[in-house]
């Protein structure tokens, strides 16, 4: 079972499109999933949830009130599950702190999940900050895949993720955390901006950078209001054959073993 944090502490970049059309992407292509929404706004929960479970949410797990293995509940998709997230956890920062194993209690949920569930991909839509649920991620993650929109900011704070990703190895909370990889995201191939953010970002982070690009379509706003994915919302849709490619290049990557103890040193002014 392998944990991947799905995170940008910049939020509208596109982390929850990412987490969700991913999971539904790899369930396709027979992977066992378990999407897991750190998310306090619940974004995740309100598209893959179903509308009569009642199952308590990750909050349960992190103040120890339920195992994380009792939290995982099917969705109508076919090989994808959800540990669904509430208005609850945006208490965690307070509660979660106070106690002696702040950083490690969505390891021990994982642990509880590794034991009982046979899960080959667990994505976690991680909130867009850098508190203790982002903590508690990066503690409990394998490795960490970030999305970046393809704007004059992409790189925004990408240089502080990459620190506190280094303080949590250094830590010894999680030395062999890894970065899966980098994605594009809202690319505008239109524009004249857009193209030339996504040449500075590869020519800065070179081979981290997936090769697919996700691009900018209304379809991605429409798809949650219908409480869809994408795949549902819009099967032959451009957005749709690029999670589709994402999804296979991310199982490629992972087959050959490819990952980046660290991206280099993120710039964090306006590409040139």
């Given amino acids: 079972?392998?944990?991947?944090?799905?995170?940008?502490?910049?939020?509208?970049?596109?982390?929850?499109?990412?987490?969700?059309?991913?999971?539904?992407?790899?369930?396709?292509?027979?992977?066992?999933?378990?999407?897991?929404?750190?998310?306090?706004?619940?974004?995740?929960?309100?598209?893959?949830?179903?509308?009569?479970?009642?199952?308590?949410?990750?909050?349960?797990?992190?103040i120890g009130e339920a195992l994380g293995s009792s939290l995982v509940t099917p969705t109508r998709l076919k090989n994808l599950s959800i540990i669904r997230s509430d208005l609850d956890l945006a208490g965690a920062e307070i509660e979660v702190a106070r106690m002696d194993d702040h950083m490690m209690r969505l390891r021990g949920a994982f642990d509880a999940i590794r034991a009982e569930h046979d899960f080959d991909y667990v994505l976690m839509d991680c909130p867009p900050s850098l508190g203790i649920l982002m903590s508690n991620a990066l503690a409990a993650a394998d490795e960490i895949l970030v999305p970046i929109q393809c704007e004059y900011y992409a790189l925004e704070g990408l240089g502080l993720l990459m620190e506190v990703t280094d303080r949590i190895r250094s830590s010894g909370a999680n030395p062999s955390l890894a970065i899966s990889g980098l994605v594009l995201t809202m690319f505008d191939g239109r524009t004249n901006l857009n193209p030339a953010v996504e040449k500075e970002v590869r020519s800065h982070f070179q081979e981290v950078v997936f090769?697919?690009?996700?691009?900018?379509?209304?379809?991605?706003?429409?798809?949650?209001?219908?409480?869809?994915?994408?795949?549902?919302?819009?099967?032959?849709?451009?957005?749709?054959a690029a999670y589709r490619a994402l999804a296979k290049e991310f199982l490629h990557r992972s087959k050959l073993g490819l990952k980046f103890t660290n991206a280099p040193a993120a710039d964090t002014g306006t590409p040139a």
Avoid: W
């Fill in 1 to 62: 079972m392998k944990v991947i944090a799905i995170t940008n502490q910049k939020g509208g970049v596109g982390k929850t499109t990412t987490s969700v059309n991913l999971a539904a992407a790899l369930a396709e292509k027979k992977c066992r999933v378990l999407l897991v929404d750190l998310d306090p706004q619940g974004s995740a929960s309100s598209v893959l949830a179903p509308e009569e479970s009642e199952s308590p949410s990750i909050y349960s797990a992190l």
């Fill in 211 to 240: 090769d697919t690009v996700i691009p900018r379509t209304v379809r991605f706003a429409e798809a949650p209001s219908h409480g869809r994915t994408i795949f549902e919302h819009d099967p032959q849709g451009s957005g749709t």
